[in-house]
């Protein structure tokens, strides 16, 4: 009874690659906390900074004797959330109002790992929990809805930090890491016309074309009520204003 008393509660870090998660784990580190396993959910649609990102910040946890970032996907049919929308001609869930694109490609992904995680497993055997950390920082607090249940103590270390936003900026500055940027899809109906103009072509086409193979009726589009294809269109119209012949002479003399 004195080794159950005693023994320390696993910990499991969901990882998102954004601003909030990566500076929980840099302090985590900092104060020498017990992190067992972290996981990032990849659906498959990410923006090829974030890729480069979580490999990045993998090898820095591995550096410090930390756990390497566990990278699970949507099990079952095994496809991509882009790959999903094509299939069954629809737009992200959140274009309709609704999260299960989230639910499914993000939460259940690392809920099947932590269900087949032999320490998790053992440690339910024996009637114990599983605490499992989320990278809600001190300027949303109403997020952290969960203290626990059957299988899990939930977590929120920003907040026990009181680390709002700019203390995250900071934490990952000072750890001498560069900020991570927007963890989401490329794609996300939540992009601001500026972030989906940044795009690079290749991402700005598939995403029209995911819009063009889409079965619509009440939405427009990616951006609800209207298409993303129109602004690309629009965009690149205005830029073709400002084409000029590179190849008329200069006149300019040397030294005037």
Known sequence: MQG????????LVSYGAGTNSTAMLV????RGETVNAITFADTGGERPETYAYVVMFSAWLQERGYPAIETVKKGGIVETLEENCHRMKMLPSVVYGFKSC?????????????????????AWKRGEKVVKCLG????????????????????????????GRAECVEAIKSAGLPL????ACFFCPNSKPREILALPRYLQDRAVAMERNANLTVMAGLGRS??????????RAQLKMFECNTEMPCECIDGA
């Open 136 to 163: 809600f920082d001190a300027d949303e607090p109403h997020r952290a809805k969960f203290d626990e249940d059957k299988k899990y103590k939930w977590r929120y270390p920003l907040l026990e930090y009181d680390m």
């Open 4 to 11: 159950y008393a005693t023994r320390p509660l696993l910990v």
């Open 180 to 183: 991570p940027g927007k963890s």
């Open 27 to 30: 302090e985590m580190v900092r």
């Open 102 to 122: 989230s639910l499914k490609f993000k939460a259940q992904p690392q809920e099947k790992f932590a269900n087949n995680w032999p320490p998790a497993k053992d």
């Open 226 to 235: 209207w298409k993303w294809e129109d602004l690309l269109r629009a965009d």
